[in-house]
C-alpha cells in the first residue's frame, strides 16, 4: 500500500524557523515534491527531491533520506504569508503518478 | 513557468445534471494530465490519469462512468461529471507535466470550485 503521513498542523512564531517532517511508505520511488496551498487556491510548488540529501532554496529547504523513507521542509525566517498549507508528494515509478498527504497547516504568529 | 488554465473557476449546478470542466495546458504539451479531488481542509486526492489519445486511468474508488475523462489533444483534457449529486460538491484540480522540458515538475491548474444544489 501506500502511505504518506505528516503532522496535521503546527504553529510557529514570525522570525523563526519551522521543520515540517513527512514519512512515506510507497510501492514505488521517483521523487518527492513539497507545495504550498493556501485556503481556496490551487497547490504551488515549493521543491523536489529524488537523492538524498539537502536542496535549498531561498527561505526554503528540503531534506530526503530515501532509505528511512522520510523527507522535511525548512522554512527560516518566518513571515505571516508562510501560513498556508503544506503538502508533501511522492511520485510513483511509471506513469508519473503522485500521490499527496494530508497536508500541514502551519500557523505563523506574530 | 508553465501555465495550466481551468474553466470554470466555479460552477453550480443543480442535482442530477452534468458538468464539464476544462483543463489546458497554454505553453506546452501534455500527454498526460491529472485529475485531482480535494475536499475542505483534505489532501488532494488523485482521481484518474488522463492519456493523450487514449483511456484514462482511474484510481481505485472512482467511478469511471461518473467522472468521464478525455484528452483529445495534447493541450486538452475534460472531466465531466455526471448526474451530479451534492455529494460531489468538491474543489476539482488538474494537473499536467512538461515532458518535453525534461522537468519533473507537475503544474497545477487554479482548480473549479463545484458545488451542487
Known amino acids: 500500500g501506500q502511505n504518506i503521513d505528516q503532522p496535521t498542523e503546527m504553529t510557529a512564531t514570525e522570525g523563526a524557523i519551522v521543520q515540517i517532517n513527512c514519512t512515506y511508505q510507497?510501492?514505488?520511488?521517483?521523487?518527492l515534491f513539497w507545495y504550498q496551498q493556501h485556503a481556496g487556491e490551487a497547490p504551488t510548488f515549493l521543491s523536489y527531491?529524488?537523492?538524498?540529501g539537502l536542496e535549498e532554496k531561498g527561505r526554503f529547504s528540503s531534506f530526503l533520506s530515501r532509505s528511512k523513507g522520510y523527507s522535511y521542509l525548512l522554512l527560516k525566517e518566518l513571515q505571516m504569508k508562510d501560513s498556508a498549507s503544506y503538502l508533501c508528494?511522492?511520485?510513483?515509478?511509471?506513469?508519473?503518478?503522485?500521490?499527496f498527504g494530508a497536508g500541514t497547516r502551519l500557523f505563523v504568529k506574530a | 513557468g508553465a501555465v495550466v488554465s481551468q474553466h470554470p473557476s466555479w460552477v453550480i449546478c443543480k442535482s442530477g445534471t452534468s458538468v464539464k470542466i476544462e483543463c489546458r495546458s497554454l505553453?506546452?504539451?501534455?500527454?498526460?494530465m491529472f485529475w485531482y479531488r480535494q475536499f475542505p481542509k483534505q489532501s488532494l486526492m488523485l482521481m484518474a490519469t488522463?492519456?493523450?489519445?487514449?483511456?484514462?486511468?482511474?484510481e481505485q474508488g472512482v467511478e469511471k462512468d461518473k467522472f468521464l475523462i478525455n484528452h483529445a489533444s495534447l493541450t486538452l483534457s475534460t472531466l465531466t461529471v455526471t448526474s451530479a449529486h451534492p455529494e460531489d460538491s468538491s474543489f476539482y484540480i488538474c494537473?499536467?507535466?512538461?515532458?518535453?522540458?525534461?522537468?519533473?515538475?507537475?503544474?497545477f491548474g487554479p482548480g473549479t470550485r463545484l458545488t451542487v444544489t
Open positions: 494537473s499536467a507535466r512538461d515532458a518535453a522540458s525534461g522537468s519533473d515538475e507537475q503544474y
Open positions: 510507497t510501492s514505488g520511488f521517483n521523487g
Open positions: 527531491n529524488v537523492l538524498d
Open positions: 508528494a511522492v511520485r510513483g515509478t511509471g506513469g508519473f503518478k503522485t500521490i
Open positions: 505553453d506546452f504539451q501534455a500527454t498526460t
Open positions: 488522463s492519456n493523450e489519445g487514449s483511456k484514462a486511468t482511474y
